[in-house]
């Protein structure tokens, strides 16, 4: 018996990593077994994993991460070791290796999960639905059940202790896909995994004027975002919007300037545990969902507030 | 070329979002279906793109109940050329594989399109399922695809930036924003939908492997609380005492 995680350490054992394997850990303790953590490639620190709960790390030299490599990978080690419970992180990885390992082992798949398993009398996992606009607990009946966890779901638990480390040994077939090349989108922060996340809409007037969203995001090390409008007329990059059909993400402060807060903006955004709202509309829809808000020109608020922020890292 | 098109229904953008049955079951009163945005403004249009670059056909199929063939006649007015549903409501995302992969694979199609994900779901994982169940390759996220003969290169979202990718058909390939520009049906579009074949297929597997047990809404959340717009010192007070996220 295992709990097998797969993680994405391309960049190094991230906070991702150690909240995916955290979660196994979580369901290792309610199933029984060890946690048996996967990944490509041989980054620094794996043994470190673990402190997070990992009896094991075993690393495959995958082909740029070829999904159908992993997907042999991941079914291979969680065959040998009568896993029953494989876990993966919901990011672009996730997305192309779960479903695969859920249908080549007839597993039942739960996607973007955000909580541990219930298990009493079945198993049950609560997952974000209708683009974070409800909650669905899905029941898995099969033997086998395929968790992916949403990112800022649950926080990393340091446990104290150190993984062994072995390379695999099985037969990862041949890569599917052939990588040309790989773009860098420029040092951003990566959206889906930003605790805090600054972002700006049409209320911003221009692309000019996002130095000041910049600025603050700068200043509390946040990532930025945008709403729809902006992405699609060009002033900020599409992979910047936030929403139903952008990235949906869920930070711990999600500021807001200059949106109005369309049921679809809100769609992708409500899962943040703090909103702050700036509008210079004190009937603007977002503040509904705002925990804070100010009514005032984003234009006068975000200096401020950047001047604010400053303050308060230098005496802190 | 031939290309099969996954299309699902989905709520309304703006659909209230409530249950009934004790939370067991989605409340549909007041709520209009539309095709899955991913499915219909990516997926399907760049299908079809491609059916005009380099012939072939573009079919669409659809696992569900009858009362999905409005949103299917949609896709047809769009111009697919004819669409297929497989009669069954299905209960999860694998089910819905094993019925499409079992129909693309006795129909031998070169590519099979998916959207990024269904917005009522979000679960992103038809397609890599359907690709499992066909061993095939799984583009997952593209947001871009050119086809040259039987090969493909296409643009794929990866953490951090785009990877350029290439494969060989056949092939399934998930579609996220990028891939092409929305189209709205003409009229000539939606008559001629209303003559272009629809098959009803029965499903071919049974049994499910999950389903929703039951379904929760947010917790209702507390009023705003309005600052000074001059008080920036007060908010990240409260930042940082109160709600402790910096
Ligand atoms: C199918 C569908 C899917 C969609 N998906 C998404 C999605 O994923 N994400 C998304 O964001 N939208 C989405 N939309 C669009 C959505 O409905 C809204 O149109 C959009 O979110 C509005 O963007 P906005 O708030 O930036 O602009 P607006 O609605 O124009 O709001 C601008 C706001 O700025 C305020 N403002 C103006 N000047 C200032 C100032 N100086 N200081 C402070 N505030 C100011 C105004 O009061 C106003 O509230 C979708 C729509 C549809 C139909
Ligand atoms: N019932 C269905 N019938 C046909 N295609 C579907 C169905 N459900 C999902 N899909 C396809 O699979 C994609 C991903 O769906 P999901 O895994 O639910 O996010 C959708 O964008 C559709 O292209």
């Not at chain 1, 804070?292 to 005496?315: H, I």
């Not at chain 2, 990024?116 to 871009?144: H, R, W």
Request: hydrophobic residues 40%; proline residues 4%.
């Amino acid at each position: 018996m295992a709990v097998v995680v797969y993680i994405d350490t391309d960049k190094g054992v991230n906070k991702a990593a150690q909240e995916a394997v955290t979660y196994a850990k979580k369901i290792a303790d309610k199933v029984g077994g060890d946690v048996i953590a996967c990944t490509s490639g041989s980054a620094d620190g794996l043994a470190g994993l673990g402190d997070f709960g990992a009896s094991k790390v075993i690393t495959a030299n995958t082909e740029n991460s070829d999904p159908q490599q992993i997907t042999r990978f991941v079914s291979t080690v969680a065959n040998d070791n009568g896993a029953k419970v494989i876990v993966f992180s919901q990011d672009p990885i996730g997305k192309a290796v779960a479903p695969r390992v859920a249908a080549r082992m007839d597993a039942g798949h739960a996607p973007g999960a955000i909580d541990v398993p219930n298990t009493d009398g079945g198993f049950t996992v609560k997952t974000n639905t209708f683009s974070g606009k409800a909650f669905s607990n899905i029941s898995i009946t099969s033997d086998v059940k395929v968790i992916s966890l949403l990112p800022n779901s649950l926080p990393p638990a340091s446990l104290g202790g150190t993984a062994s480390v072995e390379a695999f040994s099985g037969d990862l077939g041949s890569a599917g896909i052939k990588v040309l090349e790989t773009k860098g989108q420029g040092g951003a922060l990566s959206l889906p995994e930003a605790e805090l996340v600054v972002s700006a809409g049409r209320g911003l007037k221009g692309p000019e004027n996002w130095g000041i969203v910049e600025e603050l995001a700068n200043e509390l090390g946040a990532a930025t975002a945008c709403s729809r409008p902006v992405a699609d007329i060009g002033w900020r990059p599409h992979h910047e919007h936030v929403g139903q059909t952008g990235v949906a993400i869920r930070p711990n402060l999600y500021i807001a300037a200059g949106i109005s807060g369309a049921i679809q903006h809100l769609a992708g955004v409500n899962g943040s545990k703090t909103i702050v709202v700036i509008n210079t509309d004190a009937e603007a829809p977002f503040f509904k969902a705002a925990d804070y808000g100010v009514v005032g020109d984003a234009f006068e608020v975000l200096p401020k507030l950047t001047e604010a922020v400053k303050k308060f890292n230098a005496n802190n | 070329m031939n290309i099969l098109v996954c299309i699902s229904k989905a709520p309304d953008t703006t659909s209230k979002i409530a249950f009934t049955d004790g939370n067991t079951k989605f409340d549909t009163n007041n709520v209009q279906y539309i095709v899955n945005p991913y499915d219909e403004w990516y997926a399907l249009v760049r299908a079809l793109e491609l059916k005009e670059a380099n012939g072939g056909s573009v079919t669409i199929i659809t696992v569900g109940a009858a009362e999905d063939e409005s949103i299917m006649r949609k896709a047809l007015a769009i111009g697919a050329d004819k669409a297929v549903r497989i009669n069954t409501e299905a209960l999860d995302g694998l089910q819905v594989a094993k019925e499409i992969a079992n129909y693309a694979k006795a129909n031998a199609y070169d590519i099979v399109f998916t959207g990024k994900e269904t917005i009522n779901y979000n679960g992103s994982q038809v397609g890599g399922m359907v690709a499992e169940l066909m061993d095939a390759p799984f583009l997952s996220l593209a947001s871009k695809l050119d086809m040259n003969g039987n090969t493909a290169t296409a643009e794929l979202d990866v953490k951090g930036g785009k990877q350029v990718v290439e494969t060989s058909t056949p092939f399934v390939v998930s579609c996220a924003k990028g891939m092409a520009e929305q189209r709205i049906p003409n009229m000539r579009g939606i008559m001629q939908a209303r003559t272009k074949p629809l098959e009803v297929v029965e499903p071919s597997t049974s049994g499910t492997q999950a389903s929703v047990a039951s379904y929760d809404l947010p917790p209702a959340k507390a009023d705003v609380k309005l600052l000074d717009p001059e008080n920036m010192d007060e908010l990240v007070r409260l930042l940082h005492e109160e709600a402790k996220v910096i």
